[in-house]
């Protein structure tokens, strides 16, 4: 089984995710088809503000085969603003179907210490001032590409350790999807391990938002495509 919602999004000067110059993140609404080796699914991505004013970053994914559910994925990262700076303050994610999983981070930021759980086990992370979860840490390297930043690396919660995210963006292009053509941003993720790779498309008329993904692990090949997205109100629309 693929992992869309832990493949996607963690990009000449590195930086160690300091965003002095964020700007509040646009809301969108997105919609995916995904394929892996012939396996078709669909997912759905959203960034919504909540009563509170804190924001929502949502993943979720649904992968049927003969009318029967194989899995279901739905991540979630409530995060607020402030001082131009992305704060994660819970991420919870749940896969449901012929496997179960969860994990849940809660932050506390007056002590500088988050819980991370994993099923039943659970672990004490110590706090940097930009340590983020598998969700967050995608607003983190997206808001550092619009900055103009081409290489960056960000502290991401992984269960009982900090892993460091390295990114890098390759050039820009025309990438066409079943939605249409659009200007984009390459990306990739740098790993050590030469049997996974990820390469991921953003687009630059419309904030940065994912339009493809392609992940290879262990030979399996993973492809994520935009079908339709809203951001900001406004139906995204491709080149003409």
Known sequence: MFSFSRAIIPVLTLVSASFSVAQAPSQYSLDYRANANGIAAKANRSLTLQVNQSLQLSNTLEVNLGGQLVARIEQISIFEFIDNQFKPTVYSYQQTGLSQETQTVDYNWGTLV???????????????????????????????????????????????????????????????????????????????????????????????????????????????????????????????
Do not use: C
Request: proline share 2%.
């Open 114 to 240: 988050a819980i991370s759980t994993g099923d039943d086990e659970s672990w004490t992370i110590e706090l940097s001032s930009n340590t983020f979860d598998q969700l967050s840490h995608q607003l983190a390297l997206r808001q550092a590409l619009m900055n103009g930043t081409t290489n960056i690396e960000l502290a991401v919660i992984d269960e009982d350790k900090i892993e460091i995210y390295r990114y890098r963006a390759i050039n820009e292009e025309v990438i066409n999807t079943p939605l249409g053509a659009f200007n984009s941003t390459v990306v990739e993720r740098i790993r050590n391990d030469e049997d996974r790779s990820t390469i991921f498309w953003l687009a630059n008329d419309w904030e940065f938002v994912l339009i493809r993904m392609e992940q290879t692990n262990s030979g399996l090949t993973t492809v994520l495509e935009l079908d339709e997205g809203i951001v900001e109100g406004v139906p995204i629309v491709p080149l003409n």
